[in-house]
């Protein structure tokens, strides 16, 4: 009974509309008081298995060449593993003099990366999934909204690495969404067209499929609008 709690503890997870769960924690940035210290941000906060392993190492080496990209879309990254402070410290230090990953190189890992030796932030996060490991977390990650609520999140078993251009997508198309009140379809990028919500009366139904306004309606639930690129983007990433 004892093992099925434990196991159910580290299972658990918030979900999407949770407040992101509180922690203060030691990284190679200095204290964090999360989410608090990133209040009207967004925040991508991610876990990985281990140091100095070479999935891991991949995915530490993108995320840094992207970490400015990330940020002109006012979004701050934050890792995690349960490896200690100063094997973070070695670990990415070694990526900066040593690693070379497709064609990135001398990256150095600015954003923070927490000690959790003891679990207990992974566990909140449901991090720690025993069918695939008892003492490394997977690699999950959750994203976060300026007030602080979880709005997405994605798990990947230890083996896989992350797709970046996808995590980039679903941050731009989120953030679409709260600004333009849309919503996005199946591989939409910036510049393709948008969801408007479906009609919530029979009235606005028939409206939309013989009114001349700017929608192309395939059916009363269906309906699309163009949303151009620049619009998007001027919107949504910092201006220089």
């Not at 906060?45 to 392993?53: E, I, Q, V």
């Not at 999935?55 to 490896?83: Q, W, Y």
């Not at 969801?195 to 700017?214: L, N």
């Amino acid at each position: 009974m004892e093992l099925i709690q434990e196991q159910e503890k580290a299972t658990s997870m918030p979900r999407i509309g949770d407040e992101a769960p509180a922690f203060n924690a030691i990284t190679t940035q200095g204290e964090i008081d999360f989410p608090n210290d990133y209040a009207g941000e967004w925040v991508i906060l991610f876990s990985h298995p281990a140091d100095f392993t070479p999935v891991c190492t991949s995915e530490f080496i993108t995320f840094a060449h992207l970490e400015e990209k990330f940020a002109k879309a006012n979004c701050k990254l934050v890792g995690l593993s349960i490896d200690g402070l100063y094997s973070h410290i070695a670990w990415l230090r070694t990526i900066k003099e040593k690693i070379e990953f497709n064609g990135m190189k001398n990256i150095e890992v600015k954003f923070p990366l927490i000690e959790d030796i003891s679990m207990e932030i992974a566990k909140k996060y449901g991090m720690i999934q025993p069918g695939e490991s008892k003492t490394q977390a997977v690699r999950a990650v959750f994203f976060i909204d300026p007030k602080g609520v979880i709005r997405a999140i994605i798990y990947y078993p230890l083996s896989l690495g992350r797709n970046f251009d996808e995590i980039y997508r679903a941050l731009i198309a989120m953030q679409t969404s709260d600004k333009f009140s849309v919503a996005t379809p199946a591989d939409w990028n910036p510049g393709d067209d948008v969801i408007v919500s479906p009609a919530g009366s029979c009235g606005v139904a028939e409206e939309r499929m013989t009114s001349s306004e700017d929608l192309d309606c395939k059916d009363w639930f269906f309906c699309t609008k163009k949303l151009p690129k620049e619009t998007v983007l001027k919107e949504i990433l910092k201006k220089e």
